[in-house]
C-alpha cells in the first residue's frame, strides 16, 4: 500500500473530507481522534 493510498484510507475511517481538515501542530499533520496512549493509560498486560 502506498504512503497516499494510506493517508486516503485513514481520512476516510476517521471521517475528514480533506487533507486541510487536519490539525497542524509544529509544522506537522495530525489526524484528529487518533493519538497515542500515555504508558499510564496502556494495559499492563501487553
Same mark, same amino acid.
Given at each position: &500500500?502506498?504512503? /497516499? +493510498?494510506? +493517508? +486516503? =484510507?485513514? /481520512?476516510?475511517?476517521?471521517? $475528514?473530507?480533506? %487533507?486541510?481538515? &487536519?490539525? $497542524?501542530?509544529?509544522? =506537522?499533520?495530525?489526524? %484528529?481522534?487518533?493519538? $497515542? $496512549?500515555?504508558?499510564?493509560? /496502556?494495559? %499492563?498486560?501487553?
Amino acid at each position: &500500500m502506498s504512503s /497516499r +493510498a494510506f +493517508a +486516503a =484510507r485513514t /481520512r476516510e475511517v476517521v471521517g $475528514l473530507a480533506s %487533507p486541510k481538515q &487536519m490539525i $497542524l501542530s509544529n509544522q =506537522r499533520k495530525h489526524y %484528529p481522534g487518533i493519538g $497515542l $496512549l500515555a504508558d499510564q493509560e /496502556r494495559d %499492563p498486560s501487553t
